[in-house]
């Protein structure tokens, strides 16, 4: 089956980035034990903690979401890479500037803005190694005569998006931004909405493209139906950041359009409702494809996830939810809940394409264990966060920390989840990286077994 | 016959992505021009700037927000100076507290710092006390440039 080596740098993206969410989640552990006991591992100050966690776990998804992009353009979809040797420039770039950001976080080295608290100066090379593979990914796919399917068009745009809103983020190195408080706020903020529908875009194509693939039909792909869908997200993309800043005081106009635009994503909402029934006869049809349990998982908690974005995204509700650990469980039930769920799908569905089933079959329990504890654990892990936020919500500024104490017994059950929660994912995630490691490892031994041969017929040739 | 459809399309999804990109770009200036033209638009300090340095070296976005933006483990500290005070805010930077370690700040920068949000605590009110709910659920606040 592995007879090349096309497609093994998106492999190791991928075993990197299980790596790096393996870390980032006991980060994330520690951050919720220090919000419970505050002297708990002094040395470690959250300020620390938090940074490292959420740039870890968002290094994840880009990560398997690029990845995912390296192995399956060369190796399912017949397209060579336009530079395979900017692969692996593209890795190293990331591993090495992933470093240096830990070591700033480690050491107390901050100077940037939430999100991005390196030193600014580090984002030059995440500019430079995200130019190679935009070059590189667009130089592939012109290869491609036939209409584009709407995954191309999705990694594109998210591509594309990654460079604009990123530049936009620092944007307030500029004294015009800076030096008016609600401007940099607002264009900080619409630069993270969009930064956040660029890896939305990574991330849903690869789901639609694995779901393309399972299905074995392509007809969904080229449909009328899923490009509306994409230029639904793309519009979202572009203008539905804004709930984020209802409370800040800039135009109104700009609050009422973020409003309408996130309104238009009932429309996601009742497309989903109304597949509700057919995508139940699929799960009992593929429960036992551990890609499609992943999917199906993904599928949940867009529903649930798109629910409260809707309700935060209705200003009068905003009033009361803004500020709180209701954000906190939209924003996380989204990256847990949706995007590790799809990007696990991808990992696993390599797994499936490469290896033969009786190499993975021996871990299915444990991944079903991993799998449901995950899930579980995350279900309690939302709930806890909203009711800390109705909490937080009904708190009326006399006594924070009074509030806080009133809070902590959902913050004690998200800590807790929030073990679960690692424990589950850690067995999940130990089973792909230890099966993605056979892969790489079968890979390069049966190029570096077609070298000889290549050799031998070279020497063959020579006359005598 | 095929040919010309696929052509077809791939005018019309280049059509569509060309004016949201428009759109885009147009919308983009508008925000980053009239659309966040505060109402309270204070000129910072050399000293304020200096403080958001501080604040941003010191990281305290982890833990606190403006705006409702920002960490959860502390308060919000967009009107912290008028609700309290500056003596109120100084004590905790220089004491710190069972939840917030003192960063042994110098007198320098604890002033920077403290210039600093008082310059965020003139650009508006969070929460916001005078606002209207509309018959959409859309808010609009007194804070809002007009």
Redesign the interface.
């Known amino acids: 089956m592995i007879a090349d080596n096309p497609g093994v740098g998106g492999l190791r993206f991928m075993r990197l980035g299980m790596l790096i969410l393996a870390c980032g989640m006991l980060f994330g552990v520690i951050g919720g034990f220090?919000?419970l006991f505050?002297?708990f591992l002094?040395e470690l100050?959250?300020?620390?903690t938090?940074?490292l966690h959420v740039s870890m776990v968002v290094s994840w998804i880009f990560l398997i979401a690029i990845g995912g992009i390296y192995y399956y353009l060369p190796r399912q979809c017949n397209l060579n890479l336009y530079s395979s040797r900017a692969v692996s420039w593209h890795f190293w770039g990331f591993l090495i500037t992933g470093l240096a950001i830990m070591a700033c976080y480690l050491t107390?080295k901050?100077?940037?803005?939430?999100y991005f608290?390196f030193p600014p100066v580090l984002s030059i090379p995440i500019f430079l190694t995200w130019l190679l593979f935009g070059v590189n990914y667009f130089n592939t796919v012109r290869q491609d005569k036939?209409?584009w399917p709407v995954y191309y068009?999705m990694w594109g745009t998210g591509i594309v998006f990654f460079f604009i809103t990123y530049t936009e983020a620092h944007l307030w190195l500029i004294p015009y931004?800076?030096?008016?408080?609600?401007?940099e706020?607002?264009?900080q903020?619409?630069s993270y909405g969009a930064l956040t529908g660029s890896w939305n875009m990574l991330v849903y194509g690869t789901a639609l493209y694995i779901a393309t693939r399972i299905s074995g039909n392509d007809y969904y792909a080229r449909s009328k139906l899923a490009?509306s869908l994409y230029?639904l997200g793309?519009?979202n993309l572009?203008?539905g950041w804004a709930h984020?800043?209802?409370?800040?005081?800039?135009?109104?106009?700009?609050?009422?359009f973020a409003?309408f635009v996130s309104m238009t994503e009932l429309l996601i909402f009742g497309k989903i409702i109304w597949d509700w029934r057919s995508s139940l006869e699929d799960w009992q049809i593929n429960r036992h494809c551990n890609a499609y349990r992943f999917l199906f998982a993904a599928d949940i908690w867009v529903f649930i996830n798109l629910a409260l974005a809707l309700i935060i995204s209705?200003?009068?509700?905003?009033?009361f939810t803004?500020?709180t650990?209701i954000t906190?469980a939209h924003a996380m039930g989204s990256t847990i809940g949706i995007n590790t769920m799809i990007l696990l799908a991808s990992i696993f569905y390599v797994i499936r394409e490469e290896l033969p089933s009786e190499v993975h079959a021996g871990c299915s329990k444990q991944l079903r264990i991993g799998f449901w504890t995950a899930n579980i654990s995350l279900g309690v892990f939302f709930a806890a966060l909203v009711l800390a936020g109705v909490g937080?919500g009904m708190y009326d500024?006399a006594s924070?920390q009074e509030m806080m104490l009133g809070i902590r017994p959902f913050l004690f059950a998200f800590t807790i989840s929030g073990v679960a929660l690692m424990i589950g994912l850690w067995i999940v995630l130990w089973h792909g990286y230890r099966l993605i490691g056979v892969i790489i490892a079968r890979s390069t031994s049966a190029a570096e077994a077609t070298m000889p041969l290549a050799d031998s017929d070279h020497l063959q040739s020579v006359p005598e | 016959m095929l040919q010309r459809n696929f052509g077809d399309r791939a005018i019309n999804k280049r059509a569509i992505f060309g004016t949201l990109s428009v759109a885009f770009v147009i919308y983009t200036a508008q925000v980053y021009t009239s659309g966040t033209d505060s109402r309270h638009s204070p000129s910072i300090s050399d000293e304020a700037r200096y403080g958001q340095q501080v604040f941003q070296d010191k990281n305290c976005i982890a833990c606190h927000q403006f705006y409702g933006l920002g960490g959860y483990m502390g308060p919000d500290l967009t009107n912290v100076i008028s609700n309290y005070s500056e003596a109120y805010a100084r004590a905790f930077i220089m004491n710190g507290t069972v939840r917030m370690p003192n960063f042994d700040l110098s007198l320098e920068e604890t002033d920077a710092l403290i210039a600093y949000l008082s310059f965020v605590d003139h650009t508006g009110t969070y929460p916001p006390e005078d606002y209207d709910v509309l018959w959409n659920g859309a808010v609009a606040q007194a804070d809002d440039p007009e």
Not at chain 1, 314 to 319: D, I, K, S, T
């Open positions: 220090q919000f505050p002297e002094q100050l959250f300020t620390k938090r940074p107390g901050f100077g940037g803005r939430e608290e036939e209409p068009w931004f800076r030096d008016n408080m609600v401007r706020i607002m264009v903020w619409k490009f230029f793309l519009f572009m203008f984020h800043t209802y409370l800040v005081p800039s135009d109104t106009w700009i609050r009422t409003y209705v200003p009068a509700f905003n009033l803004h500020g650990h906190v937080k500024g924070f």
